[in-house]
């Protein structure tokens, strides 16, 4: 075994203890050393600084890291708890004002999935979003936009609008669709109408203020099917899987399997629920009984370890292989976006052969359209 494979496996060790209450990290040497620079690389790549650093908490101290390396990760987890308090306060403001214009939104994804974790604010956050109605949503951007610093341009078909407020991002969605198929996107807006119409919400207290969100049964949905989008899109890192598994163990007692089942038959995505199922049972820790649908088929722990080396080839978000349009004439633009969407598929051909075939052509068209607009 390598330093640099011995090293990642030291990674996934640290992030498995993090993630999971009780589980104790172990380091077994091998006769080999553990380059610790590159673990906290790995754990900035993969936005998961926080989980590695309670990683690091629960190893005897015979195999901690060097005293520089703790530096670093109680230095950046400070900062993780100092932002989360801050985006947790903006969040109360921004609910209350919507609330204020009888404007109902549902926080999803985000800090929503963050109190599943045992330490919500040792999770990496990110952008700030809201799932609002069809109507709510032409409100919510009449309240909004005169409050933002900057506005991006608005996604109307996908009923997109981004913008910046008081330093940080918000996003108004009035769809959640992944873009990968008609037969996706459809499911999802069905889920979409029982989230709001079927009088079923959870709530997270944030403070003083109420923040509802998508029960259960839906967010898994939603959760899942923005996993595929990025994996075929752009590319996928730990955080969002780790966000998936953490959803799924904190509601594993109410969480109705049948129902889910059924959904990921309707959108034709079960291989890619067991592929990734895989990947959380057998990288992440994810214990097997708690995972929905886990199939032991040696077939699905083979495309769990491809998901793993595309997981650290892309990293988070797929930050490592995007595409420097800028100085770049519209044609040539065009025609490097083409090649690099050929290529990406071509690598999840090897993980999914026929859905990478099937959702294709959405990814292209979003290339395409991303490469247009310099993005």
Not at 228 to 250: A, K, P, T, Y
Request: charged share 25%; proline share 3%.
């Amino acid at each position: 075994m390598t330093k640099r494979e011995h090293t990642q496996l030291v990674f996934f060790e640290l992030v498995r203890a993090g993630l999971w209450t009780g589980r104790a990290a172990r380091i077994v040497g091998h006769g080999v050393s553990v380059d610790w620079q590159e673990v906290y690389r790995l754990a900035e790549e993969q936005s998961v600084v926080g989980l590695v650093a309670a990683g690091i908490d629960t190893l005897p101290p015979s195999e901690r890291p060097p005293q520089q390396v703790v530096l670093q990760f109680v230095g950046q987890t400070l900062q993780l708890e100092h932002r989360n308090k801050a985006m947790n306060e903006f969040i109360a403001g921004l609910i209350e004002r919507l609330q204020r214009e009888d404007i109902t939104a549902f926080l999803v994804k985000g800090q929503g999935i963050a109190q599943c974790y045992e330490k919500p604010l040792w999770r990496a956050c990110g952008d700030v979003d809201l799932l609002l109605s069809e109507d709510d949503y032409g409100k919510a951007k009449k309240v909004l936009l005169p409050l933002a610093s900057e506005v991006e341009q608005e996604y109307t078909h996908f009923k997109h609008q981004g913008m910046t407020i008081d330093g940080w991002v918000v996003e108004l969605h009035g769809t959640l669709h992944s873009r990968l198929s008609a037969r996706v996107d459809k499911l999802v807006d069905e889920v979409q109408r029982d989230a709001f119409c079927g009088g079923n919400v959870r709530s997270w207290q944030n403070g003083r203020t109420q923040v509802f969100l998508p029960v259960p049964n839906e967010d898994v949905i939603f959760v899942f099917t923005h996993i595929l989008h990025h994996f075929f899109f752009e590319g996928i890192g730990l955080r969002q899987i780790c966000d998936w598994c953490r959803l799924l163990w904190s509601y594993r007692e109410s969480l109705d399997v049948r129902l889910l089942e059924q959904r990921l038959q309707k959108a034709g995505l079960m291989s890619e629920w067991k592929a990734f199922a895989a990947f959380a049972v057998n990288w992440l820790g994810m214990p097997a009984e708690s995972m929905p649908l886990y199939d032991m088929d040696e077939k699905w722990k083979r495309k769990a370890e491809r998901i793993c080396r595309f997981v650290l080839e892309v990293g988070n978000f797929g930050h490592k292989q995007r595409r420097d349009f800028s100085g770049m004439s519209y044609l040539k633009r065009k025609l490097v976006s083409s090649w690099g969407r050929l290529s990406d598929m071509l690598r999840h051909f090897r993980i999914f052969p026929l859905d990478s075939i099937r959702f294709f052509g959405g990814v292209l068209r979003s290339g395409l359209h991303a490469a247009v607009r310099g993005e």
